[in-house]
Structures are given as structure tokens and as C-alpha cells.
């Protein structure tokens, strides 16, 4: 096998590869199992499409050389698969993707005892209660039949650590989704979260805007290691005594200081930038935040707000941010020239005033 390279951005889609493959079930019909046990012990319990279709997947390397199936996860609503295409033979990894819908097509007719000729669906094969029943769809004129999933979402891995954390999070998926069944509202995504004047988009434990103390962390880039661990060590005292931090963590500062909040498992609030779907996006109303995030959001200790536009250029704010520039382009003697509202320096000054704010 020759030596593996990773993707370029110009030939995403196109031979040799590791990808990532997400198909949702069409409307999140949790038709290919149910979740069972615990957060501990979660599992699937697969329904007889859901094993057909898991029997499929085991073939594709038959049908595609040069395929070689890493991870995969069968969810009741949706399936995960990592592969390695390690061997260019001219079809891309949409072409299997395609190849893949298509055979699973013919498990679902299969299982709904569909007559090709005829059309007719039967639910005879989910007459047990405990497994949920293949929705009767009707047949338009022409004979066919909606897909049983929406488009694929595929991602390819760019760089080696992508690897593992992406098998981790496919195996992980049960009990990410047993923790979400648990504490179903700390993982809404809300548009229309107002705080005062402020409106954000949130996620996360909005009852962590109610605590009545709450600490500013905004640290300069120019600070020193020392200098950020004596800041984090404050921070951190100040947690431990029932102080929410609130953070933007863009700067190395303030990135570690909010990891070392989060990993004492104290409250974090932080303000993204273009953190999340944007409205009407189709993965939007399946957003979850991945890794760490995820673990804080089920324990109750995190909340994530993005600022809206308009919030941004708040007069009050675009004053004080604009202010807080100034100073700092006369500290270094240099002529100040208000930045664009849309400029990322100006986001992040904004976003600190913000911050400020909600702390008062």
C-alpha cells in the first residue's frame, strides 16, 4: 500500500481518503433501532431494517476495491461510518455514497414487503411493540417511493489527530445520545436568547446567567505564561467560590484559563464567533457541540451565546470597543483608524464589551 498522504482541499471529495459519512433517517424516523440501558451502559437495539441495513455496509469493500470500513455506528434515527479509501479505482467517495443509499433503498422496500410491481407497503415486519413501525408513506402517481435518508453529510479528514478523535466520537454515540434523551434542554439550540439589550443565539445552561456573581476573563496576547497562571489561579478561586467565569477565549490566556475552569467542572459561559449553524442551515436543527463541550453541556456547566450582528454594533458597545482601541493604538504611539464592524478585531473588542456587560 503506498504511503498515505492527507487531503488537499482541492480534491476533497476524490480518491485516496479517510471521510466521515453521516445519513439521518428522512424526518429522524427512528426507524433502525432504539436506545436502551443506561448513560453507563447505553446500546441499539437494532430493528430487523436496522440489522439489514448494518449487513449492507459490511459488503461495500466486496463492491468497492480499495474500501476499508474503520468505524460505524447504526443509531436508531441515523448511521455513522469512517472509511479508508486507500486505493484510487476512479469512483469518488460520493459515488459510493450514492451506491450505498441506493442499496439500502432495496433493504427498505425488503422490509416494508413492498411488491416492485404493485407498490404496496406492509408493516408487518415491526409488528412487536417494542420496535417502531415503518411510517405507511403514500405512493405518488409515478410509482415510487420518498428516500429513506436525507443527502449524506461527509466530511474528510484533513490531518492525522482527526482520526482517532473522530472512531472515539462514532463509538461514543450512544451514550452521547442517552445524555441528550436525560437533559434535553441543555442542548437547544435557541435564536432568541435576550439578555437586557444583548440578543443571542445559545446553548447550554441559561440559568448560568441568573447567578448573581460572575468574573470577566479577557487577557492580552502579550501576556506571559506566569502572568496567565497567576490570572487562572484567581480565576479559579474565585470559580470554586460560586463565581461563573465568561469568556470569549480567543487569546492563549484565555483559552487556557477557560479549559482550566471547565476541567475543575465550575461554570463557563462563552461567547462564540460564528459558532454555530446559521439559520435555515439543514444540519441546524441536529447541532450538538462535539468533544468537551458536549461533556460540560450534559453536566449543566456550560453555556455558549453568540452574539447577533446587531448586538455587536449596539451604539454603547461600538463606543466602548471603539474607545478600547483607541487606547491601545495610542499606548504604541500609532495613529488610530476605526475599524469596519465586520472586521474580526473589531468582533473581538465588541465581544469583550459584551462580556463586561454581562458580568456588572
Not at 262 to 268: V, Y
Not at 281 to 289: A, G, L, M, S, V
Not at 314 to 321: E, S, Y
Request: proline share 8%.
Amino acid at each position: 500500500m503506498a504511503k498515505f498522504t492527507w487531503k488537499r482541499h482541492t480534491d476533497i471529495f476524490k480518491g485516496v481518503g479517510i471521510y466521515h459519512l453521516t445519513f439521518v433517517v428522512r424526518d429522524r424516523q427512528p426507524l433502525l433501532g432504539r436506545l436502551i440501558g443506561d448513560a453507563q451502559m447505553p446500546s441499539v437495539e437494532r430493528t430487523p431494517l436496522g440489522s439489514a441495513l448494518a449487513r449492507t455496509i459490511e459488503y461495500l469493500p466486496v463492491h468497492y476495491q480499495g474500501l476499508k470500513i474503520i468505524a460505524k455506528q447504526v443509531m436508531p434515527d441515523h448511521i455513522h461510518l469512517a472509511l479508508h479509501l486507500y486505493e484510487d479505482h476512479g469512483y469518488s467517495i460520493k459515488e459510493i455514497a450514492r451506491g450505498l443509499r441506493q442499496a439500502w433503498r432495496k433493504d427498505y422496500m425488503k422490509a416494508m414487503g413492498v411488491n416492485i410491481s404493485r407498490q404496496i407497503p406492509s408493516a408487518e415486519p415491526y409488528a412487536h411493540s417494542a420496535q417502531p413501525p415503518i411510517p405507511q408513506t403514500p405512493t405518488p402517481e409515478n410509482g415510487t417511493h420518498p428516500p429513506l435518508f436525507d443527502a449524506p453529510y461527509i466530511r474528510t479528514l484533513a490531518r492525522s489527530g482527526q482520526l482517532d478523535a473522530m472512531i472515539r466520537y462514532i463509538h461514543d454515540n450512544p451514550r452521547r445520545a442517552m445524555l441528550r434523551r436525560q437533559h434535553p434542554n441543555l442542548f437547544i439550540l435557541r435564536r432568541d436568547t435576550h439578555v437586557g439589550a444583548f440578543r443571542f443565539t445559545s446553548l447550554g445552561n441559561l440559568f448560568l446567567l441568573d447567578y448573581p456573581d460572575k468574573q470577566p476573563v479577557i487577557c492580552s496576547r502579550s501576556l506571559s505564561e506566569q502572568q496567565i497562571a497567576a490570572q487562572q489561579t484567581a480565576v479559579l478561586r474565585q470559580a470554586e467560590n460560586g463565581c461563573v467565569t465568561v469568556t470569549a477565549a480567543i487569546s492563549q490566556g484565555e483559552r487556557v484559563i477557560a479549559r482550566a475552569v471547565r476541567e475543575a467542572g465550575t461554570p463557563l459561559i462563552i461567547l462564540l464567533k460564528d459558532g454555530f449553524p446559521k439559520a435555515g442551515d439543514p444540519h441546524e436543527k441536529f447541532y450538538k457541540p462535539g468533544g468537551v463541550y458536549f461533556e460540560a453541556c450534559a453536566a449543566g456547566q456550560l453555556l455558549l451565546l453568540e452574539p447577533d450582528a446587531e448586538t455587536l454594533t449596539l451604539p454603547d458597545i461600538r463606543t466602548r470597543a471603539e474607545q478600547t482601541l483607541r487606547e491601545k493604538a495610542e499606548a504604541k504611539h500609532w495613529d488610530y483608524q476605526p475599524l469596519p464592524v465586520s472586521s474580526d478585531r473589531y468582533r473581538m473588542m465588541a465581544a469583550n464589551e459584551i462580556i463586561k456587560q454581562l458580568c456588572l
